[in-house]
């Protein structure tokens, strides 16, 4: 169970699409976390419409019925494809982070993936802002009573909080492979299983032989 944290900050200028603000008043406490029955059914059927929403306005040759193009800015079969072959490729590729985040965000634990985003920003974070980028990371997802605690063993969580006392750009690092695992080795296959993959994927294809 994974309570709002008052003293925790928004994080900003993450990179991704999925950081969501910890303001304490935009979490109304428990509320915030715990969906009742009825939203939790509700939700799947909403978030796909949503997806391929974001998908048709992401991808627009996909709704015109243009051919694929060439241009670096349009989506191909081939990229997606490629998506499956390690969890690596997928997330070096823009769009494979964000329709990833959007699969885990179905699943209740996009907080890995936004960790896991905001690990790879820190470690590009000039050495005076660290100190202030590390509480922030650290008071977002690794903390206790974190908003968005991320799934660490409480040596890990423990260690990482007396590195950031003294912060260098290493010191989410064994954080970071514990979810960057966990994504592997659970999220991973099953949205090379899902809907938003699979149908990304045919529509491209079938797209292409036009």
Request: with cysteine; glycine share 4%.
């Amino acid at each position: 169970m994974r309570a709002a944290d008052t003293s925790t900050s928004r994080l900003e200028k993450m990179p991704g699409m999925f950081f969501s603000s910890a303001n304490p008043k935009e979490l109304k406490g428990a509320g915030h976390l715990l969906l009742d029955d009825k939203t939790q059914k509700k939700r799947p059927k909403t978030f796909g419409m949503d997806v391929k929403a974001y998908l048709r306005s992401m991808i627009p040759h996909l709704e015109s019925g243009m051919k694929s193009s060439k241009s670096k800015d349009i989506l191909s079969a081939d990229e997606v494809m490629q998506w499956s072959q390690s969890l690596k490729k997928l997330l070096a590729n823009q769009t494979g982070q964000d329709v990833f985040g959007n699969f885990l965000k179905s699943e209740f634990s996009e907080e890995n993936i936004e960790f896991w985003l905001a690990c790879e920003d820190y470690k590009k974070t000039e050495s005076d802002l660290l100190h202030c980028k590390a509480e922030k990371i650290y008071r977002a997802f690794v903390h206790a009573d974190a908003a968005k605690q991320v799934n660490i063993d409480f040596r890990t969580r423990e260690s990482t909080a007396k590195k950031i006392k003294a912060p260098t750009p290493t010191c989410f690092d064994e954080a970071q492979k514990i979810i960057y695992t966990l994504m592997e080795k659970d999220s991973y296959p099953r949205f090379l299983k899902s809907n938003i993959y699979l149908n990304l994927l045919n529509d491209l294809q079938a797209n292409s032989l036009k």
